[in-house]
């Protein structure tokens, strides 16, 4: 996973490099911890800004819609206040575009011309040259979600709320990330 320092490196080399869009995208997956597919399955009728929470039903695998998540449970994702604050300006800049008549779709992420992001391929070469750019060893953008479950555990959230935020039984979440986040800072 990343640390604090680096994931806060690239989410602003992100946002320098690319448009609002691509750079709110990432900086979204680093504090919800959603898979990549679920993420740009998002439609706007997912989020709950009162709430502070999205509902995670689907996914969107090799460009093809899916009535479900990769475990087919459903779940309601809580998001921390840096989550809430991406969603809020993020919902703000689709608003804009939606005015100029460049999004005509329900779908929460998309890229910078409004267009949904059909796959993972566009957000990923985007990633890919940005970290090149920064000469950071190279991680792929599922480290973005190892990343969020990492931290929840080591500020101290209880495991169980963390498998069920991040769609994990707690024994896969506990086998996977207990040797990460031991001894970490």
């Given amino acids: 996973p990343f640390s604090i320092a680096e994931a806060e ?7 320098r490099d690319w448009d609002e869009a691509q750079g709110n995208y990432d900086e979204f997956r680093f504090f919800t911890g959603l ?6 399955a998002l439609l706007v009728s997912d989020c709950d800004i009162g709430q502070g929470k999205i509902s995670v039903t689907k996914a969107r695998v090799m460009a093809r819609d899916k009535d479900r998540t990769k475990t087919s449970e459903d779940r309601l994702v809580e998001l921390c206040p840096r989550a809430l604050d991406v969603l809020k300006r993020h919902l703000a800049l689709r608003a ?14 998309f890229k910078e011309d409004g267009s949904p992001i059909g796959n993972l391929q566009y957000p990923w070469v985007r990633w890919r040259r940005t970290l090149r ?3 950071a060893r190279y991680r792929d953008p599922y480290n973005a979600r190892h990343s969020s ?22 024994q896969t979440m506990l086998e996977v990330y207990a040797a990460w986040t031991e001894g970490a800072k």
Wanted: no cysteine.
């Fill in 9 to 15: 490196a690239l989410i602003a080399a992100l946002h």
């Fill in 35 to 40: 898979r990549p597919s679920e993420q740009i």
């Fill in 96 to 109: 804009r575009l939606v005015l100029a008549g460049q999004i005509r779709h329900d779908n929460l992420f």
């Fill in 133 to 135: 750019a920064l000469k």
């Fill in 149 to 170: 479950v990492s931290w929840n555990l080591m500020v101290g959230k209880n495991p169980l709320w963390v498998a069920k935020q991040h769609g994990h039984s707690v």
